[in-house]
């Protein structure tokens, strides 16, 4: 066997104990998204209090008013999370058992739609309350990342997600399916631990950047440019990931082993590539588009 690390004894709970005959649990996964929205709404406090931070110097929402943005945020999450892993990764299996759609204690959620369930509940939020949609936007777009590297530590934890095999020596033997069917390979098979990758560049370096660009460099009296900069900067991170991650089995078989969604004369881009694209695209959009108006 290639040198490599072996997987830390985690478990994927917390705590859990049982009451009135059932199993209750408290899972890292589940710890890592009430704590990511607690720092979110605590980020944007602190920004909305800075009035100086704002053109104008006048912030956009009130600290009330993200009390209020933040149940329709969970909301957009939750629903936009689900549907979008069910109808980019698994249309056909879940077509054949749409029940099993509400079932979201067994796993399943993708971030490009959690993404746009965000995007529509801010959009009929800021609409009912006569917001900018801009300046809620880059609010926010800069207090997102410690939750992604809260979201991806825990997917470490849970040993899923995981990257393609490699040989370089901090290689991971996940628990599990991810140990076997590495080619070539007869003992425990080694992965990239992607959730690190993701962790370290979507959610530490990332928030480090617009943290800095917001305190430091002015960046929120630039509608716009705090969100252009966080799409851009997620989109491009998780398209490199994706190069280490390893795909959803369902794109994966004896033809197409790199697990691609679109390929084309021997070149292809997996799902999450294809879905960052358009992220890049807009990101770019908005980050330009400021520029140009603070020129």
């Not at 054949?96 to 759609?101: K, L, S, T, V, Y």
């Not at 007869?186 to 530490?204: N, T, V």
């Not at 959803?248 to 879905?275: C, K, R």
Request: net charge positive; glycine share 12%; charged share 15%.
């Amino acid at each position: 066997m290639q040198a490599a690390l072996r997987f830390p004894d985690l478990s994927p709970e917390l705590l859990s104990f049982t009451l009135f005959g059932m199993e209750f649990a408290l899972r890292w996964y589940a710890l890592a998204y009430i704590a990511g929205i607690l720092i979110a709404w605590q980020l944007a406090l602190r920004a909305v209090r800075r009035a100086t931070l704002w053109p104008g110097d006048a912030a956009p929402m009130t600290p009330q008013q993200i009390e209020e943005l933040l149940t329709w945020i969970i909301l957009g999450v939750i629903l936009g999370g689900r549907l979008g892993f069910v109808l980019f990764y698994q249309p056909a299996y879940y077509l054949r058992h749409p029940a099993e759609i509400v079932m979201v204690w067994q796993g399943g959620m993708a971030f490009h739609g959690g993404l746009l369930g965000v995007i529509v509940a801010s959009w009929l939020f800021t609409a009912r309350h006569g917001i900018s949609r801009l300046g809620a936007a880059d609010l926010i777009a800069h207090t997102v990342p410690p939750g992604l590297l809260l979201g991806r530590l825990a997917n470490f934890v849970n040993a899923e997600l995981w990257g393609r095999p490699t040989d370089l020596p901090w290689g991971v033997v996940f628990p599990g399916p991810a140990a076997q069917n590495c080619p070539g390979v007869e003992d425990a098979c080694a992965r990239h631990p992607s959730q690190l990758y993701e962790a370290g560049m979507e959610g530490l370096l990332l928030g480090a950047l617009l943290l800095w660009l917001v305190y430091r460099r002015g960046a929120l009296k630039r509608p716009g440019l705090t969100l252009g900069i966080f799409l851009a900067g997620y989109g491009l991170a998780r398209f490199i990931v994706e190069f280490a991650r390893q795909p959803d089995a369902q794109f994966v078989s004896p033809g197409n082993p790199l697990g691609l969604a679109l390929q084309v004369q021997g070149w292809g881009l997996t799902m999450g590539q294809i879905l960052s694209l358009p992220m890049i695209a807009l990101g770019l959009f908005f980050a330009l588009r400021a520029r140009r108006g603070s020129a």
